[in-house]
């Protein structure tokens, strides 16, 4: 009898170290997309581009606004010598009798400052027909202009906006987001993983590996990759790679935490050229999370059998002890992968707003563009309107009902025959003429201008 269960406990034990041996390259295939993550922090972002700029046209544009206004408004903005009036200033009057004029202060006091002699703005309207309007002209182009100062300034909102956000979601800041991920610092592991001696701060044994890779509130992304790739009291398994070994143990970390990162690059060589994007972060985490398998209903990743102690007689992986199961999916709850998401959503935002921010510049400069034309559209709306030329604020129908009348009247009236179109001094053919009528820009203060036809 008791030999019987002897031979029964053995054949259990046997099965048991069968399971739970690691082989060489077990964690090949989770290494490889738990490198993809690492690699992530290898990236390297061009430098900030910076608030997209308007060229300064919305300057000019206000510059040619303050140019058309009357001498006693631009005093306002200017001593006599041409100095700036400050809000603040005692030489400005308005402050208690306007004080709804602060905000919009400063740019007045701006365009008034480049409608001064020799300055950029003034030398280049004195180029234009804008400088040698009259007053009705000047009227007329004030009118054109306000328009496009509406839509410029709307314009402008809209572009410092989109700036904004640019500076919220700068590259350096996402490349911040990613490195707190990956190394749980912003310097990308240079006070944690990379140091040259012991490493603190983050978790540094396997025993964070059984509580979701998180020890505290630390769980960078870093040590979830060695908990699938490092082995304890052993330096010379093929852990996440069929052909090296991972030349390091938990217990060198306690040591030179250097050392231990340059011997796991060697299994996951450092790759500058990643694709740093929104895209390619939610790829590499989804790609990563196809790895996990349900144990007794728990989720784990890596290789599996008795728990995630490190030890190759064991198992080398991550236990989601509260993050994975048959009935929850809470990985993104983890702090590398919510800090990851982090930096995906800044690259969405930052993506946005240098679109908006670029539309929104082209847009006052194409604001600009059209405000130099309004001088020669005001030189020709009032020699139109001064020769009659512009319509009145007589109804259309009405207007065009009273010319019918008046040119029935005047084709009546000036039914002449051939002798007594003679007698006027004018030579014609035929025996009747009939002159037909219209009004003309030369001649429309009630009177019509006929052209003859000749009836056969």
């Excluded at 396997?206 to 790739?229: E, K, Q, W």
């Excluded at 930096?343 to 539309?359: F, S, V, Y």
């Amino acid at each position: 009898m008791l030999r019987s269960v002897l031979t029964a406990l053995a054949a259990i034990v046997t099965v048991r170290l069968f399971r739970a041996a690691f082989s060489d390259g077990d964690n090949a295939d989770v290494g490889r997309a738990a490198c993809a993550i690492v690699q992530l922090g290898d990236a390297e972002l061009a430098a900030d581009t910076g608030a997209v700029s308007d060229g300064g046209a919305l300057d000019t544009l206000l510059a040619i606004n303050m140019s058309l206004s009357d001498k006693e408004w631009q005093s306002k903005f200017a001593k006599e010598n041409g100095d700036a009036i400050a809000w603040d200033s005692d030489d400005n009057t308005h402050k208690k009798s306007n004080p709804e004029w602060a905000a919009k202060w400063p740019k007045w006091v701006t365009a008034r400052q480049n409608i001064r002699e020799k300055a950029a703005a003034s030398e280049a309207i004195k180029k234009t027909t804008l400088a040698y309007l009259n007053a009705d002209e000047q009227k007329i182009a004030r009118q054109l202009l306000a328009a496009i100062v509406a839509e410029a300034t709307g314009a402008e909102a809209e572009l410092n906006n989109a700036n904004s956000l640019l500076a919220a979601n700068s590259n350096s800041k996402i490349k911040a987001a990613v490195n707190t991920a990956i190394y749980g610092d912003d310097k990308g592991g240079e006070s944690t993983y990379k140091k040259a001696g012991a490493v603190s701060g983050v978790p540094t044994t396997p025993a964070s590996c059984m509580t979701d890779g998180v020890s505290g509130d630390a769980g960078p992304f870093y040590y979830t990759f060695l908990c699938i790739c490092l082995e304890a009291g052993n330096n010379q398994k093929k852990t996440c790679s069929k052909t090296a070994t991972s030349g390091s143990q938990w217990s060198n970390l306690a040591s030179n935490g250097k050392t231990v990162y340059n011997n796991m690059r060697k299994i996951c060589p450092e790759n500058k050229k990643t694709a740093l994007s929104a895209a390619n972060i939610q790829a590499t985490k989804a790609a990563l999370m196809s790895h996990t398998t349900l144990q007794s209903d728990v989720g784990y990743l890596g290789k599996y059998d008795a728990n995630c102690d490190g030890a190759s007689a064991n198992s080398l992986c991550v236990k989601y002890t509260s993050k994975v199961s048959n009935t929850k999916n809470d990985i993104e709850t983890l702090p590398w992968a919510s800090k990851l998401t982090e930096a995906a959503t800044m690259l969405e935002k930052q993506q946005a707003a240098q679109t908006e921010a670029t539309r929104a510049a082209s847009k006052l400069k194409s604001k600009l563009n059209a405000a130099w034309t309004i001088g020669q559209t005001a030189k020709v709306l009032a020699n139109a309107r001064g020769s009659g030329g512009i319509p009145s604020n007589q109804p259309a129908a009405n207007r065009a009902e009273k010319s019918g009348e008046d040119c029935g009247a005047h084709k009546k009236k000036h039914n002449l025959s051939r002798s007594q179109l003679q007698m006027g001094r004018k030579r014609w053919k035929g025996r009747v003429q009939t002159q037909r009528c219209r009004r003309t820009d030369k001649n429309s203060r009630g009177r019509w201008s006929c052209r003859d036809n000749r009836e056969m």
